[in-house]
């Protein structure tokens, strides 16, 4: 009974050891894996300071960076750049208007009055017969196309003087208005353009005309003695708008 009590704790405690060893050999393969995992592991809070990640921190390490006691050390200046200095703002100088380019504004407002002037006595004439007036405005070589001509371009007062004459025999009243009108002026000759309204009884008709005017007295005093119409352009005469 001794040998077998014996032999029976001599083979619990080998039971026991090959147990503890084997628990131990686990317990190492378990800790070896986790450092693994762990040292393996995506750094994504060490990629966020780089100068960090970089250097191993340590206990010693950490007191490095302080000056040793009894030692001062000047603060750390830091380069900044320059302010910039204002500067006062230049002197503008008001532009003085050219007293040439003055004097041909004031020229071309008064063309622009004289030939408004002149323009609407010779379609007064026309509408009243005046004669004298008209061979006074009109040059005597003057050309037109107007529906009368029947597309020809007539030249001289003869072709007009028939009008006139027609004019006298008793026709209705009119009177005419004018649209829209546009002056430009090119030196000694002058065009205007416009739409002229013409009343007769109770009809109104359009015609679109273009007038020719040649600077022919600049030293005269009178609007009328200053240009003379030297070509006109008259459309057929028509009741629909658009």
């Given at each position: 009974?001794?040998?077998l009590?014996?032999?029976r ?16 050999r686990a ?23 780089p100068a ?13 960076s ?43 407002q008064q063309?622009?009055r004289?030939?408004?002037?002149v ?22 070589g003057v050309?037109?196309?107007?529906p ?28 005419s ?31 679109e005309e273009?007038r ?6 600049a030293?005269?005093?009178a ?20």
């Amino acid at each position: 009974q001794k040998r077998l009590g014996g032999a029976r704790i001599d083979h619990i405690f080998e039971a026991t050891t090959s147990c503890c060893s084997r628990f131990r050999r686990a317990f190492v393969c378990q800790a070896s894996d986790c450092i693994y995992s762990i040292s393996n592991k995506p750094q994504q809070h060490r990629a966020a300071d780089p100068a960090r990640s970089s250097t191993p921190m340590s206990f010693a390490n950490s007191f490095s960076s302080f000056p040793p006691p009894g030692t001062a050390q000047a603060p750390r200046l830091v380069d900044t750049p320059p302010r910039p200095v204002p500067r006062a703002p230049e002197a503008t100088v008001p532009a003085v208007p050219s007293p040439i380019g003055a004097a041909d504004q004031l020229r071309d407002q008064q063309d622009v009055r004289d030939l408004e002037i002149v323009n609407q006595r010779l379609l007064d004439a026309i509408q009243s017969g005046d004669k004298l007036t008209y061979s006074v405005l009109v040059d005597d070589g003057v050309t037109a196309f107007e529906p009368e001509a029947c597309g020809h371009l007539v030249t001289g007062k003869a072709f007009h003087k028939y009008y006139f004459e027609l004019e006298a025999g008793g026709e209705p009243a009119s009177a005419s208005t004018i649209v829209e009108p546009r002056y430009r002026v090119f030196g000694d000759a002058a065009v205007v353009t416009y739409v002229r309204l013409q009343q007769r009884g109770r009809a109104t008709t359009r015609t679109e005309e273009t007038r020719v005017w040649r600077r022919c007295d600049a030293a005269s005093d009178a609007a009328l003695g200053r240009w003379r119409l030297v070509h006109f352009h008259r459309s057929a005469p028509s009741n629909a708008y658009g």
